[in-house]
């Protein structure tokens, strides 16, 4: 009980905000409709969980989200580790990822759709290519930041290339590599709900867009909810992970 | 092994822009991929019109403006919750829970509340602007290192002081790898709510000229947005060298 109540007092603030937005909503000054009752978004989410359409919606966009990434995270890591190893292969291809890091990638969506198709095949594509970007990114400086003294200390043990590569080079990037998923996770997700919101007849961000066009606004804020609660999860998910995987060194924020 | 020169990293992007040119020649690229000279040609008229700078300033007006506001406020919440700890416990709350949720899903509901004119894209810029800028800010704040804060103290330093000379200028690297960050995305979320709904803008005139299949419109469009972002991002950059550069003279980036 007791533990309870300091945890309600720790986050007082998260208290106030929503107390505050119900006074809104219930105050008249705005339509309820444009800003629903935190009792109705909860009546909506009941009855389109139960129905199945949010779980249904929900996997279709985690399934388009998660592809994208693994791609990204499979091509990102081998481009990555090749640039940190080979001066040819950096000079041929890093340029194109410092040049076109700034550059908005979504822009080419329309074009994603005429190539790949306006499904999956064009959203998994674009979710590639943003998420490609931080995780290439990270696994290049991750590798090329190795302790010289690790490296020497290994080779004058007589530890082989492949050795060297899996034992010193890949464990000691592990920490920033962590750093690059960890900013792709979320971006996968937003990369896909974007495109939903674009042009689509299913996954989330489509039921959020469909569900305001038709002026539901209750209902699209349920599906908000799941959509916050999914993004939340990921990324409890990710730093769980990264405790095992790196556990010997500290939290760190995800940007610096 | 010797360092390979420079220009080998502009190998392959030539070398992809050549075939590409070669095979819309001679016919064999789809409809989808107008020759790079076409396109280069269109850019051209759409400058000579005035067009593109119609369509460009709408969208620098809202994504600058936008990172603008999310620049301050976030810098501003960021340091106080990083300094103060009132200031955190209010926010920290919110901030942590809310940072993970993708809150461009609720774009559909901000063109609901605000419109769909300029207020409506410029609310939600700020919005994904601030998160990063905030985080950046707070931990660079927090990370502030107690001994010097200690010895300002020793010396006589007022808060206003300690804050000005030492909090202020330790949080900055990170503070700008939070603005990076958050001027790169105020740059896509600006391309997607245009290409959502709007009149005006780049992200507009690519939706637009796809309509009319008109690709070399859309290309240039593309390429004006790439262009921009990129320039942005090399102003940052530029400050962020004249803002920190003590702190830089000791790693590889002072040349």
Not at chain 1, 229 to 237: E, K
Not at chain 2, 210 to 228: C, K, N, P, S
């Amino acid at each position: 009980m007791r533990a309870l109540g300091r945890t309600l007092l720790a986050n007082y603030s998260l208290l106030v905000a929503l107390v505050a937005y119900e006074l809104i909503s219930r105050s008249g000054l705005v339509s309820p409709r444009l800003i629903p009752s935190l009792v109705v978004i909860g009546e909506q989410l009941w009855r389109y969980m139960l129905n199945g359409d949010l779980p249904y919606h929900a996997g279709i966009s985690l399934y388009r989200a998660f592809s994208g990434f693994l791609l990204a995270a499979v091509v990102g890591i081998a481009l990555g580790a090749a640039m940190a190893r080979s001066r040819w292969v950096e000079a041929l291809f890093e340029p194109i990822f410092t040049f076109g890091y700034p550059i908005p990638k979504i822009s080419l969506y329309p074009i994603f759709i005429f190539v790949f198709g306006l499904g999956t095949g064009s959203k998994v594509a674009l979710v590639f290519l943003e998420c490609l970007y931080p995780i290439a990114i990270h696994a290049m400086a991750g590798m090329r930041a190795t302790d010289r003294v690790l490296v020497w200390a290994a080779e004058n043990m007589g530890a082989s290339r492949t050795q060297l590569f899996f034992r010193v080079m890949v464990p000691a990037a592990l920490p920033t590599l962590f750093t690059g998923l960890r900013i792709a996770l979320p971006v996968s997700l937003i990369v896909t709900l974007l495109t939903e919101i674009i042009g689509e007849s299913k996954g989330l961000g489509y039921f959020i867009t469909f569900a305001s066009a038709s002026f539901e606004y209750g209902r699209a804020m349920a599906a908000f909810v799941v959509v916050a609660v999914i993004g939340f999860a990921l990324d409890r998910f990710v730093v769980a992970l990264r405790r095992r995987v790196v556990f010997w060194l500290k939290d760190v924020p995800a940007i610096g | 092994m010797a360092r390979p020169p420079r220009w080998v990293g502009a190998l392959v992007p030539l070398l992809l822009v050549a075939v590409w040119e070669i095979a819309a020649r001679r016919g064999d690229a789809p409809e989808y991929l107008p020759a790079p000279s076409v396109i280069l040609a269109e850019l051209g008229a759409l400058v000579a019109s005035g067009d593109l700078f119609v369509h460009a300033a709408a969208s620098l007006y809202r994504a600058l403006g936008a990172f603008a506001i999310g620049a301050v406020t976030g810098a501003a919440v960021g340091l106080a919750a990083g300094t103060l700890r009132a200031v955190e416990r209010f926010y920290e709350p919110i901030i942590s829970l809310t940072y993970p949720v993708p809150k461009i899903a609720a774009l559909p509901i901000v063109f609901a509340w605000f419109g769909l004119g300029d207020v409506s894209k410029i609310v939600i810029i700020t919005i994904s602007v601030f998160y990063p800028i905030y985080i950046a800010a707070f931990f660079g704040a927090k990370g502030t290192s107690r001994v010097h804060v200690w010895a300002a103290r020793n010396m006589g330093a007022g808060r206003w002081q300690i804050f000005r000379r030492i909090v202020l200028p330790s949080a900055l690297p990170q503070l700008f790898n939070g603005l990076r960050v958050g001027l790169a995305l105020s740059f896509i979320v600006m391309v997607v709510a245009e290409l959502v709904a709007s009149q005006r803008g780049l992200g507009y005139l690519i939706a637009f000229s796809e309509e009319q299949t008109r690709f070399d419109i859309m290309y240039a469009a593309i390429l004006t947005i790439g262009v921009l972002g990129f320039a942005a991002d090399r102003v940052l950059l530029a400050v962020r060298r004249r803002a920190l550069k003590g702190q830089l003279l000791a790693t590889a980036e002072a040349r």
